[in-house]
C-alpha cells in the first residue's frame, strides 16, 4: 500500500472540501484573492480556494434598525427624546463591503446623527404635527448619505416623542382651550343660524296676521296637553276683535243708541 498517495488524495479531498462554498438565494460573497477584490458570486455553490482567496458574506435583505433615544432640543429650546426605526437593505455587495469598514455600525451612527441634526432645526409643534414631512426628510438625507457605501435606505419612521411632564401638562390645557373655543364657536355660529331663522318667521308672520292667531292657539294647545294646572294666557285682541265686531253689527240700531246714552 502506497501511503504517500493515500495522503495526496486526503490532502486534496481536504483541500476541495474547504473551498467549496455554499451561498443563500438572499446572500452574496465578496471574494477577495491575495488580497485584492476579485469578483461578487453567488447565491449557490461557488469554489474559494485556500488560503489565496478569502471571502466576506453580505446578506441583501431588508435590515431594520431601531435607532435608540436621541436627547434633542428643538428649535424653541425644548429637551426631548426621540427614538426611531430606519429601514435599509445592501444593493452594492462590493462597495458595502470596500468602501466602509463596518456598514450595519455606520448606518446606526449616521441615523443617530442626522436625526439630532434634523429635528433640532423644528419648532416642537412641527415635530408633533408634520411627521410624514419628517420621515420623508430622514430618508432623503440618510440615502443620499450612504448611497456611496452600495446602501438603500427604503424608509424611516419616527417611533416615540417622549416630553417633560410639564410640557405635557401644557399641551394638555392647550387642546382643552382650543376645544372649548370651537364649541363657543359652534354655539355662536348655531344662535346666529337660529337668529336668522327666528327673524325669517316674524317677517312672513307680520305678512299674515292670521299666522300670528294660529300660532298663539298651537302655543296654548301645546302648554294645556303637558301641564294640568291653570293656565293664565294673555288672548290678543286681534283674535277676540271678528267677535266684537260682528256682534255690533247685528245688534239693533236702537239698542246701540240707547247704549250710546
Known sequence: MNWSLIIAAIIILLFFASAIRVLNEYERGVIFRLGRFLSTKGPGLIIVLPVIDRMTRVGLRLVTMDVPPQDIVTKDNVSV????????????????IIEVE??????GQLSQTTLRSVLGQMDLDDLLSEREKINSQLQELLDHATDPWGIKVTNVELKHVDLPHEMQRAIARQAEAERERRAKVIHAEGEYQAS???????????????ALQLRFLQTLSEVATENNSTIVFPLPLD???????????????????????
Open 81 to 96: 427624546k426621540v427614538n426611531a426605526v430606519v429601514y435599509f437593505r445592501v444593493l452594492n455587495p462590493e462597495r458595502a
Open 102 to 107: 463596518d456598514f450595519l455600525y455606520a448606518t
Open 196 to 210: 336668522e331663522r327666528l327673524a325669517q318667521a316674524a317677517t312672513t308672520i307680520a305678512t299674515a296676521p292670521g
Open 239 to 261: 283674535l277676540i276683535r271678528p267677535f266684537i265686531e260682528a256682534r255690533v253689527d247685528d245688534a239693533p240700531k236702537g239698542e246701540i243708541e240707547g247704549g250710546d246714552a
